[in-house]
């Protein structure tokens, strides 16, 4: 294992290089037919131009203006993944002010921590439409509007609005037609102005552990990600892009900085929820992701194969067989190709293929895997069936990826080779550092907490473990503040463990807990079609999530899962009890980033009655 890799940066990339992200669109623009992007509107999907989308650009920042925004002032978003969320982004940086994100799920109180915490001077939020099993954002925003004294304006996109602070988007806009600002040349000027040291964006962390730092990253943290994606060539010109990830999340603002540096065509999918149907009816070559996806598509896959009924089933199952060998075979570092194995492919996997290919659309070139680590097992899944999938790893702090898998050499389980430009190095307690153009300035209003990770010769403290191999990929092992100690002494990576379980259907999430603890146990939650699917097949009545998951069968075949992975893993590290929880862990409920990682503090603070049970007395599994 090297200890260290240096990265030279990369050369020249021409037009990204030393440009903002604004000016990248303005170089775009310049050819007035170019499509942009693709978004539904009034139910149709419309194309739409980067001279378009410029000049609304152009207008929303002459109307930030035209409602008081300075130089340096923060402006939020609160709004799903849409059109309008990019063009209000840009048309911040064009008003020279900074972009606070907000997830589209933040709760009230999440939404007034950070507002008050970023002092956010105008808030641009989607609609008051109830989401999920949350109120509408405006009316959550509203609800603490009390508690918000820095809060001068809200702009609202659709629907109507009430008091004097609110406003509609169109009478924003309107205020600034015609006015000195909204000219071409004061656009130029302002955006001309911006220096690559400038803060463009305060994205507050999700966090797993304790209250949000907001990250702070500016226009040259992004014009290096736009030459460093370039560079690379993961996402080329010609591409179609879908983009489904909540702009708040510093992955999607990677993707819109390759759009701006590439120019390919980025589809704006209707929802997350609605992904599955956008697929085909757009037809992207290029699918960013994170790790919660590529495990619905396998479970289904293995769910609906191995439940169908005679011969099909039979067949599933025996091909899924086939397969675990293949995949045990692989992670030991042996090739397999086996007769029936090769028989499997044709007869199943071949078909399987086949299906993945009409719901992705048929034009899929490759994924891109980040947000959380993907399973190595549902990793080799997708590549036996010939996708590629690129993994790479990244934090808030480093402006998203700083290693990626490439086109031309993929190694399963790791996170790829460093971006061009950025250095990797491992310390010596086995915690990855990080170096480069991609780094952050700090946390905003917080230099102790800046202190702790930024070492004074440029070093970021990353808080994972992991290892480099002969061909500087990198491996991530486990982040270093959730590893595990046991009370005999033994360390234990729980995310191992908890990704392992996540490949079985029945298994919705997992947190595996034992610090300081004679043994391990987990909280479990279950996927509730598999779940009812279960009971059904058993010919026991179905009710609701509740219901279902307390029903001793649905208990005893998690406890089978448990056993299989129990016999895989040293006996220190396996799992001692179990709690199926009777409700699944959600975003909404507080459980879950907005990138669907467990928050570990949240979880073992409102289950410690669960857990504490779990240690007192009852005889453990064997």
Same mark, same amino acid.
């Given at each position: 294992?090297?200890?260290?890799?240096?990265?030279?940066?990369?050369?020249?990339?021409?037009?990204?290089?030393?440009?903002?992200?604004?000016?990248?669109?303005?170089?775009?623009?310049? +050819?007035?037919?170019?499509?942009?992007?693709?978004?539904?509107?009034?139910?149709?999907?419309?194309?739409?131009?980067?001279?378009?989308?410029?000049?609304?650009?152009?207008?929303?920042?002459?109307?930030?203006?035209?409602?008081?925004?300075?130089?340096?002032?923060?402006?939020?978003?609160?709004?799903?993944?849409?059109?309008? *969320?990019?063009?209000?982004?840009?048309?911040?940086?064009?008003?020279?002010?900074?972009?606070?994100?907000?997830?589209?799920?933040?709760?009230?109180?999440?939404?007034?921590?950070?507002?008050?915490?970023?002092?956010?001077?105008?808030?641009?939020?989607?609609?008051? @439409?109830?989401?999920?099993?949350?109120?509408?954002?405006?009316?959550?925003?509203?609800?603490?509007?009390?508690?918000?004294?820095?809060?001068?304006?809200?702009?609202?996109?659709?629907?109507?609005?009430?008091?004097?602070?609110?406003?509609?988007?169109?009478?924003?806009?309107?205020?600034?037609?015609?006015?000195?600002?909204?000219?071409?040349?004061?656009?130029?000027?302002?955006?001309?102005?911006?220096?690559?040291?400038?803060?463009?964006?305060?994205?507050?962390?999700?966090?797993?552990?304790?209250?949000?730092?907001?990250?702070?990253?500016?226009?040259?943290?992004?014009?290096?990600?736009?030459?460093?994606?370039?560079?690379?060539?993961?996402?080329?010109?010609?591409?179609?892009?879908?983009?489904?990830?909540?702009?708040?999340?510093? /992955?999607?603002?990677?993707?819109?900085?390759?759009?701006?540096?590439?120019?390919?065509?980025?589809?704006?999918?209707?929802?997350?929820?609605?992904?599955?149907?956008?697929?085909?009816?757009?037809?992207?070559? =290029?699918?960013?992701?994170?790790?919660?996806?590529?495990?619905?598509?396998?479970?289904?896959?293995?769910? +609906?194969?191995?439940?169908?009924?005679?011969?099909?089933?039979?067949?599933?199952? *025996?091909? /899924?067989?086939? /397969?675990?060998?293949?995949?045990?075979?692989?992670?030991?570092?042996?090739?397999?190709?086996?007769?029936? /194995?090769?028989?499997?492919?044709?007869?199943?996997?071949?078909?399987?293929?086949?299906?993945?290919?009409?719901?992705?659309?048929? +034009?899929?070139?490759?994924?891109?895997?980040?947000?959380?680590?993907?399973?190595?097992?549902?990793?080799?899944?997708?590549?036996?069936?010939?996708?590629? =999938?690129?993994?790479?790893?990244?934090?808030?702090?480093?402006?998203?990826?700083?290693?990626?898998?490439?086109? @031309?050499?993929?190694?399963?389980?790791?996170?790829?080779?460093?971006?061009?430009?950025?250095?990797?190095?491992?310390?010596?307690?086995?915690?990855?550092?990080?170096?480069?153009?991609?780094?952050?300035?700090?946390?905003?209003?917080?230099?102790?907490?800046?202190?702790? =990770?930024?070492?004074?010769?440029? *070093?970021?403290?990353?808080?994972?473990?992991?290892?480099?191999?002969?061909?500087?990929?990198?491996?991530?092992?486990?982040?270093?503040?959730?590893?595990?100690?046991?009370?005999?002494?033994?360390?234990?990576?729980?995310? +191992?463990?908890?990704?392992?379980?996540?490949?079985?259907?029945?298994?919705?999430?997992?947190?595996?807990?034992?610090?300081?603890?004679?043994?391990?146990?987990?909280?479990?939650?279950?996927? @509730?079609?598999?779940?009812?699917?279960?009971?059904?097949?058993?010919?026991?009545?179905?009710?609701?999530?509740?219901?279902?998951?307390?029903?001793?069968?649905?208990?005893?075949?998690?406890?089978?899962?448990?056993?299989?992975?129990?016999?895989?893993?040293?006996?220190?590290?396996?799992?001692?009890?179990?709690?199926?929880?009777?409700?699944?862990?959600?975003?909404?409920?507080?459980?879950?980033?907005?990138?669907?990682?467990?928050?570990?503090?949240?979880?073992?603070?409102?289950?410690?009655?669960?857990?504490?049970?779990?240690?007192?007395?009852?005889?453990?599994?064997?």
């Amino acid at each position: 294992m090297r200890v260290e890799s240096q990265v030279t940066t990369a050369s020249s990339t021409g037009s990204a290089q030393d440009q903002n992200l604004v000016q990248l669109l303005m170089k775009l623009a310049q +050819n007035p037919s170019k499509v942009g992007l693709t978004h539904k509107k009034n139910d149709r999907w419309q194309d739409v131009t980067y001279a378009q989308v410029l000049e609304d650009v152009m207008l929303m920042s002459a109307g930030l203006i035209a409602q008081g925004v300075q130089p340096g002032d923060r402006v939020a978003i609160f709004a799903n993944t849409s059109l309008n *969320w990019l063009i209000a982004d840009l048309a911040i940086s064009g008003a020279q002010a900074v972009t606070v994100p907000i997830y589209a799920s933040n709760t009230a109180e999440e939404c007034r921590y950070i507002l008050n915490h970023s002092e956010t001077k105008l808030l641009l939020v989607d609609s008051d @439409e109830k989401d999920a099993k949350q109120i509408g954002r405006l009316s959550r925003v509203r609800a603490r509007l009390g508690e918000i004294p820095s809060l001068q304006k809200i702009v609202v996109f659709e629907g109507p609005v009430s008091g004097e602070k609110e406003m509609t988007l169109a009478d924003m806009l309107a205020s600034a037609r015609g006015g000195p600002d909204a000219s071409r040349e004061a656009f130029e000027r302002r955006v001309g102005e911006v220096k690559l040291e400038d803060t463009n964006l305060l994205i507050y962390t999700s966090g797993t552990t304790g209250d949000p730092k907001g990250v702070i990253l500016t226009h040259g943290n992004w014009a290096y990600e736009a030459k460093a994606t370039q560079a690379m060539s993961l996402m080329v010109p010609n591409d179609s892009v879908m983009l489904f990830l909540p702009l708040a999340h510093v /992955f999607a603002q990677v993707v819109k900085a390759a759009w701006l540096s590439m120019g390919f065509r980025l589809i704006i999918a209707e929802s997350v929820d609605k992904l599955l149907v956008n697929l085909p009816e757009t037809r992207p070559t =290029v699918l960013p992701s994170v790790p919660r996806v590529f495990e619905k598509v396998y479970n289904n896959v293995v769910a +609906n194969g191995t439940s169908a009924p005679g011969m099909k089933g039979r067949l599933t199952r *025996w091909a /899924f067989r086939q /397969f675990d060998e293949y995949v045990e075979a692989r992670s030991q570092g042996r090739e397999h190709n086996t007769l029936a /194995f090769a028989l499997a492919k044709k007869l199943v996997f071949s078909k399987v293929r086949k299906v993945l290919d009409e719901k992705l659309g048929g +034009n899929m070139r490759i994924f891109i895997s980040g947000g959380a680590p993907l399973s190595r097992k549902i990793a080799y899944f997708f590549d036996m069936l010939d996708y590629k =999938v690129l993994e790479g790893y990244g934090l808030t702090e480093t402006s998203a990826p700083c290693n990626v898998n490439r086109v @031309e050499k993929i190694k399963i389980g790791t996170v790829g080779p460093p971006m061009p430009g950025t250095e990797i190095k491992i310390a010596a307690d086995g915690e990855i550092m990080v170096r480069g153009p991609c780094l952050m300035k700090g946390y905003y209003k917080n230099p102790a907490a800046t202190a702790e =990770v930024l070492e004074p010769d440029g *070093w970021f403290h990353t808080g994972d473990i992991g290892e480099l191999d002969s061909d500087n990929y990198l491996r991530i092992t486990d982040r270093k503040k959730d590893i595990i100690v046991t009370a005999g002494g033994k360390n234990v990576a729980p995310q +191992n463990i908890e990704n392992t379980l996540k490949t079985f259907p029945l298994i919705s999430q997992a947190m595996v807990y034992g610090d300081k603890r004679p043994f391990l146990v987990a909280l479990i939650t279950v996927s @509730e079609e598999p779940a009812r699917k279960l009971l059904e097949d058993k010919g026991i009545a179905v009710g609701t999530y509740a219901q279902n998951s307390q029903r001793p069968e649905i208990k005893a075949a998690v406890e089978e899962i448990i056993k299989k992975v129990n016999a895989e893993i040293p006996p220190y590290s396996s799992i001692k009890k179990i709690a199926v929880m009777d409700a699944d862990f959600t975003q909404e409920s507080g459980e879950l980033t907005p990138t669907l990682k467990v928050k570990r503090k949240v979880a073992s603070q409102k289950y410690i009655k669960t857990i504490d049970a779990m240690y007192e007395g009852a005889k453990v599994m064997d």
